[in-house]
């Protein structure tokens, strides 16, 4: 099926250049936001083969975010070591710094970097101290010069979205001023693309900005592109999230320019084979004795992550004696949780950021200007929670206008009132919390598994809090 598509593109493109000669074809494989997700590694090794039969001398590049979501990786003794040699393994040539990289820290991301037999780029990242992450890199292929530049994504705070100690020994421009400083390689290299872990959105701003870009690999907001998107004459991928998807791109080079490109997204989730010695790897990695522990039983089939983000919320809310608890959707990462045995490896999964969980004493009005300036970062609702329910007013174009909150007892949230709140240390740092003013709890995930130790049946099917 690969090889029939291809071979239509190939067509397509020799039929509208049947004049040529000077013909020189460019394949790339890419992906982002893997999010450490080993278990698709066998499937994405036999298609990469497949495709390499067919292309043998494609490239594979990453758009950043490689960890943070799977336990096995993010756990690992040496964590992203699982990832980072399985990408070795399939031969990698580039990948993008994402937000995510740097969940170890900068100690953590120069192990990485230092086990990896490819190359990262970030243009817009300065280290304090040496490590091997260069702003771009050119590679010479079929006698044409190919330049990479690598671009990661800045929030208003002036770092990634990544918890705040983790930017010690770093710090980061916005993208966009620091590409001018690189545009003068178009005149050095044949084709010139971004590796950029900015989002869609941010993509497309900079293919405007800058169209001298050919392609932006890109990732950050787990979009899937599935047919060629252009924005003027610079093409933009990307692949969803957690290597369910791969793209391929082609680049026909006639000439001395690109004449014709085009890109198509291919499932690894659905591939029907699998590399078994890319299989063994996996299975060797998972083989620890801490990700099989059982820790809990889930009574029913728990099928959305609201329900999820309800016993992760009455989690930090009895083990803090909190009168309300809050969590951002954006830290669970399980859409559903099946009935039986809970193991220690489901808890990581759904919870891997090792947030420690942080108590205050804040008014009602505190808490709804926490909720509204959430709503700035999301469309959807941007909180679960723990002793109340959320009633969400929407317009007729679905936009939230506005916010009440009923606690247990029926009554509305007091604004004037004061209220002892549990939230994450992300959520801490995100929405202007004062470190110190907090009291500081143990990590969310070990407080979880502490609190099935006390409750080891639950059941959480249906549970909404949300209306």
């Known amino acids: 099926m690969l090889a029939i598509i291809f071979a239509v593109l190939l067509l397509f493109a020799h039929s509208a250049n049947a004049q040529q000669t000077d013909e020189k074809v460019l394949y790339v494989v890419s992906v982002n936001d893997m999010h450490g997700n080993i278990d698709n590694f066998p499937q994405f090794a036999a298609l990469l083969d497949t495709l390499r039969k067919q292309y043998p001398d494609l490239l594979l590049i990453s ?46 991301l120069r192990n990485v ?29 079929k006698g044409l010069k190919i330049g990479f530049i690598g671009g990661i994504q800045v929030g208003e705070n002036g770092i990634p979205d990544f918890h705040p100690k983790y930017a010690q020994g770093v710090s980061f421009k916005p993208i966009e001023d620091v590409l001018p400083e690189y545009m003068s390689l178009r005149n050095e290299c ?15 701003e900079i293919a405007k900005k ?42 026909y080079f006639t000439n001395g320019k690109i004449d014709y490109k085009a890109q198509q997204v291919f499932s690894v989730k659905d591939f029907a084979k699998k590399d078994e010695r890319i299989q063994k790897m996996v299975d060797e990695f998972g083989s620890l004795e801490i990700f099989s522990k059982v820790v809990g039983h889930n009574d029913a089939d728990i099928d959305s992550k609201e329900s999820l983000g309800c016993f992760m919320t009455d989690v930090m809310r009895e083990a803090t004696k909190s009168d309300l608890a809050f969590q951002n959707p954006g830290g669970v990462r399980l859409g559903k949780l099946p009935e039986g045995q809970i193991t220690a490896k489901d808890i990581y999964t ?54 009440e909150i009923l606690l247990d007892n029926g009554t509305p949230l007091n604004l004037k009132a004061k209220y002892t709140i549990a939230i994450n240390s992300y959520m801490s740092s995100v929405y202007g919390f004062d470190r110190h003013k907090g009291k500081v709890f143990p990590h969310s995930n070990e407080m979880t598994i502490d609190f099935l130790k006390k409750h080891p049946h639950i059941n959480y099917a249906g549970i909404t809090r949300l209306k």
């Open 190 to 204: 044949d084709m010139l693309f971004l590796i950029s872990h900015c989002g869609l959105e941010a993509d497309i």
């Open 350 to 403: 759904m919870d891997p950021f090792n947030n420690t969980i942080m108590k205050y004493k804040v008014s009602g009005q505190k808490i709804m200007d926490m909720l509204e300036m959430a709503c700035y970062k999301t469309e959807d609702f941007p909180m679960f929670c723990s002793g109340c329910t959320c009633i969400i007013h929407r317009n007729e174009y679905e936009e939230i206008e506005s916010i």
């Open 63 to 108: 758009a950043g975010d490689n960890r943070t979501g799977h336990p096995v990786n993010d756990r690992y003794p040496k964590p992203s070591y699982p990832i980072t040699q399985l990408m070795n393994e399939v031969h990698f040539d580039l990948s993008a710094l994402g937000n995510h990289e740097f969940d170890i820290g900068v100690d953590g």
């Open 113 to 141: 970097v230092d086990w990896s037999n490819f190359d990262y780029v970030c243009a817009n990242a300065y280290f304090d101290d040496s490590i091997n992450i260069k702003p771009y890199k050119i590679i010479n292929y």
């Open 210 to 251: 800058f169209p001298q870009f050919d392609a932006i690999f890109g990732g950050h907001s787990h979009k899937k592109i599935e047919r060629t998107k252009l924005i003027g004459n610079t093409m933009i991928t990307q692949s969803g999230k957690n290597l369910n998807y791969l793209t391929v791109s082609v680049f």
